[in-house]
């Protein structure tokens, strides 16, 4: 168990439907990070926060949006869902953006039909 | 940009054999950490090892072991005596220590390795 929790573990939707996921640090993680985990690309970066501000983006659509609130908790906004968004989702965390280990969170599996 | 690149989708290797997985990457950054990452049939992400760039000297846990080449940009992945709990997939990784994109990881694609008995 890295001490990552994503909620729900599995999620099955419609195509044009929006979805949250939801991810909680480690105690004591400032940094959080999300990916993506598909078939046609592979494991990618989407975006990391530090301490509640936005700090890099990667491949993220514009449907996709995501926020760290005050008590470091994150979730990934998942709007006007397509097929090809169906992947596992990954939140990761770390102490700082410095620190070289990231903890994985179980992953949501978003499957859309 | 960052690339990372693994050439072997699959491999096999029997039980107590030595394998190694292959990873090269393309980077213009000086200051990186390199990693390995199993990710077995049940999908978590697990750390099996870790390479500072500034570091020569190979990084060792237990039955694995990396071949780091900087100037190659070379970094493989040897599993020694070889455990059927090590079927999973691979996946080598990159990350810059310093700017804007310190922290994020870069995947490969990832290598399937099957140890049979």
């Known amino acids: 168990d890295s001490g990552v929790t994503q909620t729900p573990k599995h999620l099955i939707t419609a195509t044009g439907q929006r979805v949250t996921l939801r991810c909680s640090p480690r105690?004591?993680?400032?940094?959080v990070y999300w990916y993506q985990q598909s078939l046609d690309q592979g494991l990618q970066f989407l975006i990391q926060?530090?301490?509640?501000?936005?700090?890099a983006k990667g491949n993220i659509l514009e449907r996709f949006s995501a926020q760290q609130f005050p008590d470091l908790h994150s979730e990934l906004n998942l709007s006007s869902l397509e097929l090809g968004d169906s992947a596992l989702y990954f939140c990761?965390?770390?102490?700082?953006?410095?620190?070289?280990?990231?903890?994985f969170g179980p992953g949501t599996r978003l499957t859309v039909t | 940009a960052q690339t990372v690149t693994q050439s072997q989708p699959e491999m096999s290797v029997q039980e107590a054999e030595t394998v190694t997985l292959s990873c090269t990457y393309d980077?213009?950054?000086?200051?990186?950490?390199l990693f390995w990452y199993k990710q077995p049939p049940s999908r978590q992400m697990i750390l099996v090892i870790r390479?500072?760039?500034?570091?020569?000297q190979n990084a060792t846990e237990n039955r694995f072991s990396v071949n780091f080449q900087k100037a190659a940009k070379s970094f493989s992945l040897k599993i020694s005596d070889s455990q059927l709990g090590d079927t999973a997939m691979y996946f080598c990784?990159?990350?810059?220590?310093?700017?804007?994109?310190?922290?994020?990881?870069?995947f490969g694609k990832g290598t399937k390795l099957s140890v049979k008995p």
């Open positions: 980077t213009s950054e000086s200051n990186y950490y």
């Open positions: 390479q500072e760039a500034y570091k020569q």
């Open positions: 990784a990159f990350r810059a220590n310093y700017g804007g994109s310190q922290g994020n990881l870069i």
């Open positions: 105690s004591g993680d400032l940094s």
């Open positions: 926060y530090y301490n509640g501000e936005e700090r």
């Open positions: 990761a965390s770390s102490v700082d953006p410095s620190s070289y280990e990231q903890y």
